[in-house]
């Protein structure tokens, strides 16, 4: 989903906007080899009049012949765009792969709910997982309208009952929330999808 995403807002600010999928670029530096049909041979003809005259681009994906007609000049001005339209990218994915992003990828839902398995992790691990949750709690879910948490275990625990509305002073208490739990509880066979089954139980909830 974050890279359909990260696609989405490339081809908008990076090529669309700028006019560089191969083919705006072909109509902007040459014109396209043109066949008509002709009815006393019962076929297509490509007109011939331009063999020999400027070099010549065939595109992979239909076979379409174009001349190219564009000085140098115009070349590299398209060069210089597409090192651009590139520079994009790498700073896109970069953006994409730095911290919570890098884990639990880009939230784009307005309401969200966080189910907590931990496991019998050891108390590292656990330590661990809580920064993750913090990290994406104060990055990411602070953008959003409404969230909850919801640890799974055999007496299920919710941090509220229902997704509240995100602010400062909520994702705060969440983090709060989340570092007081214990490293160990009583956990069931199923108490990973009775915690799903819960979250989805909210109707606001969009992920």
């Known amino acids: 989903q974050s890279l359909v995403s990260s696609s989405k807002w490339l081809q908008h600010y990076g090529l669309k906007r700028n006019k560089l999928s191969l083919s705006?670029?072909?109509s902007q530096i040459g014109f396209q080899h043109r066949?008509?049909?002709v009815t006393t041979l019962g076929k297509p003809v490509a007109s011939r009049y331009a063999d020999g005259l400027f070099p010549?681009?065939?595109r992979a994906q239909d076979g379409s012949v174009y001349n190219l007609?564009?000085?140098k000049e115009l070349i590299l001005h398209f060069v210089d765009c597409l090192m651009g339209a590139i520079e994009l990218y790498k700073q896109r994915m970069e953006w994409l792969t730095s911290e919570s992003?890098?884990?639990f990828g880009v939230i784009q839902e307005q309401?969200?709910?966080i189910v907590l398995d931990f496991g019998i992790a050891a108390p590292t691990e656990f330590d661990l997982c809580r920064d993750a949750l913090s990290m994406v709690l104060v990055e990411q879910v602070i953008q959003i309208a409404r969230f909850n948490l919801i640890r799974a275990?055999?007496?299920?625990m919710k941090w509220q009952q229902k997704c509240t509305p995100v602010s400062e002073h909520t994702v705060k208490s969440a983090v709060t929330w989340l570092w007081k739990l214990d490293h160990m509880t009583a956990v069931s066979h199923t108490s990973s999808a009775e915690a799903l089954?819960?979250?989805?139980s909210d109707e606001a909830v969009s992920s």
């Not at 089954?197 to 989805?200: D, I, R, T």
């Open 101 to 103: 992003r890098q884990i």
């Open 111 to 113: 309401c969200i709910v």
């Open 69 to 71: 007609t564009a000085k």
């Open 153 to 156: 275990a055999q007496d299920l």
């Open 35 to 37: 066949k008509d049909y």
């Open 56 to 58: 010549q681009y065939k």
């Open 24 to 26: 705006q670029i072909l």
């Open 197 to 200: 089954l819960e979250a989805m």
